[in-house]
């Protein structure tokens, strides 16, 4: 394990000497070990660099906007194929959905009306409407990846209206706190690094000034320490893992808003956006989930992973650096996490005999055809399971659970034909014969799509 550590803390140290970043702090957090963190350089003021220092984290900050829209979601305030302008009084682009907005495929202009980056004054919350006339949709809904900051602050400002405060209370409360993350806080306090420009001819670094994101902070306004933050992306692999009892988010709410919904390149897929999260592949069915973040001066990329053999629980590393150009920062973060799991994989556990299956479903266990293919349908971790004969080891089967009020059906909950059901047809005896997943016919023997005469039986 020590031999781990100091590989991942030489990799850290390398990023922050050849990208010429002032100050960098990174942490890898998973359920079976302790917390690593690693912290090299200097803050640039006359605080000492430790784990306890603040960066600002950028747009890491809509990951927790985003969490705070499906919140009000799943409390039954909206719906996300609501038009925003239904829980928000906006003088134009009202009819936009909530999903789309989520998505960065609602066509939103990027910024808020005005030059942003150039004044570094980011308008209050009633400038932010006030001007909202004046903003752009520049392309149609739906119609590809556009990022918008202005949707995400819009998002954040209907967050609040609708739970009677303003967006960094909520957040407070039903985020940060339950989840204990005690370090990230809307204001950068004593203890943050200050954000430089590095000069790309000199070892010359110019502070950047500091910035405050008024009414667009939703997307962009937070300050953390990479210790919270990998905490923070280990949730959004696993949520389960750091809130049981889904106080914060359920688990399958987790599940949807990692789901893609586009890609971020139409010829290179690597990349995907869900539901305020961005999706990065790293093959083998390994899916990394989180955000990267960029402002004046500083850089930050927060990633969960999830899949892969390996793969510890609540897995997340955290990469926080105080350079605005050091772009090599965003791919450490995806390289500690594989190191890590390459170098100290988490330990195989043992199987263990479980209990029978439930007699109901005894009789379907084992070989069945459908559509020309062999599926083997089984009875593991108290869950009736389907998967193709042939699919690879790591594809995920499909689950089914039975529904209450209907014997002999089930209803797909993930995998293959997830939402679809499966209904059993018992002969005499009460033996399946036969069974339709998804309307389709699974029987014992390949059979062809000859019609079936139902009511002779055969």
């Not at 989840?179 to 790309?200: E, M, N, Q």
């Not at 000199?202 to 990998?230: K, N, R």
Request: glycine fraction near 10%.
């Amino acid at each position: 394990m020590t031999d781990v550590r100091d590989r991942l803390g030489r990799m850290v140290r390398r990023v922050q000497a050849q990208a010429r970043v002032p100050a960098v702090s990174a942490a890898l957090h998973r359920a079976d070990r302790p917390l690593w963190q690693c912290t090299v350089g200097w803050t640039g003021n006359d605080t000492a660099l430790d784990p306890e220092t603040r960066f600002r984290i950028g747009s890491v900050t809509k990951t927790f906007t985003a969490v705070l829209t499906l919140q009000c979601r799943d409390d039954g305030l909206l719906d996300l194929d609501d038009p925003i302008g239904r829980h928000l009084d906006l003088p134009a682009h009202g009819e936009l959905t909530v999903r789309r907005l989520l998505s960065h495929t609602a066509g939103l202009q990027r910024e808020p009306y005005g030059d942003v980056w150039d004044t570094l004054r980011a308008p209050d919350a009633d400038a932010l409407l006030a001007d909202l006339a004046r903003a752009e949709r520049v392309l149609p809904p739906g119609r590809r990846y556009h990022y918008s900051n202005l949707g995400m602050a819009l998002l954040g400002r209907m967050v609040g209206e609708l739970r009677g405060g303003t967006w960094a209370e909520v957040l407070t409360e039903r985020v940060l706190t339950p989840l204990g993350l005690t370090h990230t806080t809307v204001t950068p306090g004593r203890r943050a690094a200050t954000g430089f420009l590095v000069d790309a001819y000199s070892d010359e670094a110019h502070p950047e000034p500091p910035t405050d994101f008024g009414a667009v902070g939703p997307a962009a306004q937070l300050w953390s320490t990479a210790g919270d933050m990998a905490r923070w992306a280990a949730f959004l692999a696993d949520p389960a893992a750091l809130d049981a009892a889904g106080r914060v988010l359920a688990p399958a709410t987790l599940d949807e808003m990692r789901w893609p919904v586009t890609v971020t390149d139409e010829t290179l897929w690597t990349g995907g956006f869900g539901l305020g999260l961005i999706l990065v592949p790293q093959g083998r069915r390994i899916m990394h989930v989180g955000h990267d973040g960029a402002m004046p001066g500083f850089l930050a990329a927060v990633y969960g992973r999830r899949g892969g053999e390996g793969t510890a629980g609540a897995m997340g590393a955290a990469v926080l650096g105080s350079s605005g150009t050091a772009a090599e920062l965003f791919e450490l973060t995806h390289r500690l996490l594989n190191a890590a799991v390459e170098h100290d994989p988490a330990e195989i556990e043992p199987w263990r005999p479980g209990p029978p299956a439930p007699e109901a479903v005894r009789g379907l266990l084992g070989r069945w055809w459908g559509e020309g293919f062999e599926y083997v349908f089984s009875w593991h971790d108290g869950a009736l399971r389907a998967r193709g004969a042939d699919d690879p080891a790591g594809k995920p089967p499909a689950v089914f659970a039975p529904l209450p009020d209907q014997p002999d059906v089930y209803r797909t909950v993930s995998g293959r034909e997830v939402g679809e059901l499966l209904r059993l047809t018992r002969d005499e005896r009460g033996t399946v014969v036969r069974m339709h997943w998804a309307t389709y016919r699974f029987t014992r023997t390949q059979e062809t799509f000859e019609r079936y005469d139902f009511r002779a039986g055969s």
